[in-house]
């Protein structure tokens, strides 16, 4: 100090009272002592990463800088959303994590090609979109925000969107009063004219459903008792209103939702689960898949359209593992017995990957199920799911002989209940008529909604009383 002036004193000593001030703004004396303490009595071999990791926890959270979306390809070679999210780190955008979402179709395996071309570039088009929203005002509305506020990122995303919905259909309308002008206009013209004026529909894309050509009693049935190529026109069931690009929405809470997630140090369904309950929950429990044994319906040769899926079902109590050991063995004591039935084509698959066998019965796929059930090394116990414990009877009638005549029930001897049970998807709409307004369930065989439940659902569960659930059915007006 002898060496230094005054003014250097006095600035030395300013910025001392400076520091002091700084640290204690941030707690950082406090911090310091607290981590130390704690420390001393953990003992971590690395020091210093204890220091990292204690002082993360009171780091300021990690915000949205950036968001980026692009195009990728799925499995199947359609048109993917990607949405990542991206924080700036010690001066560097750093990605924090990031989602996929599928383009949005309702088509199904059976519909003809015209309408998969269509459906393919509407699906091009909703990506596009996706990709325009989340570089534009999504990006700008999000830019800022906390990746742990969860309910806040999801509520600005609705916001956004109900403004980008609310002009899609302003845009709508537009171009349908413009086309309403523009027909009025040609057929005031051609009545003037004396020239019939052609209808003037909007430029978007329609949704109509393609009805099956009306045929001959008893079409769909050949020579010689082959198969009949199907026709690839179904009914579609109808498509849900959703607007090109919405995805965006998904795909973006997806990708802030996973950061959060890692951010918090959580694996995402933790993170899920405990913005749902507000708090950290311990025990979780794995939700019992149905599984896919057999496929068939209108998108697979033979006859059977009644039956796109067999469905394996498991009894509520099984863990996950017992399923899936189970179904595994099933599945491919399957695939062997329908190859030596078939031969090669017995082999074939579905688009999904499960065995689609050419029969054409909806009995023979229920049979196969039943029978490479029951041959197994251990056999699988396939049937209707009963309560775990006898139905409790009468202490009056246990005790008394004379009480209708029923014997003491003993629980040793009660039925066993499965581990499974069966489920038949019906995806009825690919086989609905809605030109006869009938089903052909079998190619060439048509009945009403009546007469699918008296004569071919009710025969079904009669004889096969492992069924317990049928999926779509019927089309929604029946």
Known sequence: ??????????????????????????????????ALNQMFYKQP????????????????????????????????GQPTLKAEVLSCVNGHYKTMSSAFVSSFNQLTDASPSEKREQDHEERR?????????IQGPIHDSLTGTTISDQSKVDQILREVIGTLDAEHKREEALALAAAAEQEAALEAAAQSGGIEAAPVTPNKPTHDKAPSKPGKKGAGTGTGG???????????APRDSMFSGSQAVCAVSSAVCIAGAACNKLQ????????????????????????????????????????????????PGLSINEVMSQAK???????????????????????????????????????????????????????????????????????????????????????????????LHCASHEYWDPVKEKYEFVGGVFKT??????????????????????????????
């Open 45 to 76: 071999d690395d020091v210093y990463a204890y220091l990292v990791d204690f002082f993360l926890q009171h780091s300021k959270s990690f915000c949205i800088d950036k968001i980026e979306a692009a195009e990728y390809l799925d499995c199947k």
């Open 125 to 133: 088009k909703s990506v596009s979109d996706a990709i325009r929203y």
């Open 449 to 478: 909604a009546d007469e699918m439940v008296d004569h071919v659902y009710m025969d079904l569960l009669t004889k096969y009383p492992a069924i317990q659930a049928l999926i779509d059915p019927f089309v929604q007006q029946d």
């Open 268 to 315: 995402p369904f933790q993170y899920i689960a405990q913005l749902v309950h507000c708090q950290r929950v311990e025990a979780y429990s794995l939700p019992i898949p149905m599984i896919t044994l057999l496929s068939g319906g209108r998108s697979i040769a033979g006859k059977q359209n009644l039956i796109r899926e067999v469905l394996l079902v498991p009894r």
């Open 329 to 423: 063995e099933l599945i491919y004591k399957l695939s062997i017995d329908i190859s030596k039935k078939l031969g090669v084509s017995g082999k074939m698959s579905s688009e999904q990957g499960s065995l689609a066998p050419t029969w054409d019965k909806p009995e023979q796929l229920l049979d196969a199920v039943l029978e490479s059930a029951a041959t197994l090394s251990t056999p699988l116990h396939i049937g209707p799911i009963h309560p775990t414990q006898s139905e409790p009877v009468d202490a009056a009638t246990e005790t008394d002989p004379t009480a209708g005549g029923i014997e003491e029930i003993n629980p040793e001897e009660s039925i066993p209940t499965p581990d499974f049970c069966l489920g």
């Open 226 to 236: 082959g198969t009949v190529p199907k026709t690839p026109e179904v009914a579609e």
């Open 1 to 34: 100090a002898e060496y230094m002036g005054d003014d250097k004193i006095q600035e030395v000593s300013d910025l001392r009272m400076r520091a002091v001030e700084y640290f204690k703004e941030n707690q950082l004396p406090t911090l310091m002592q607290t």
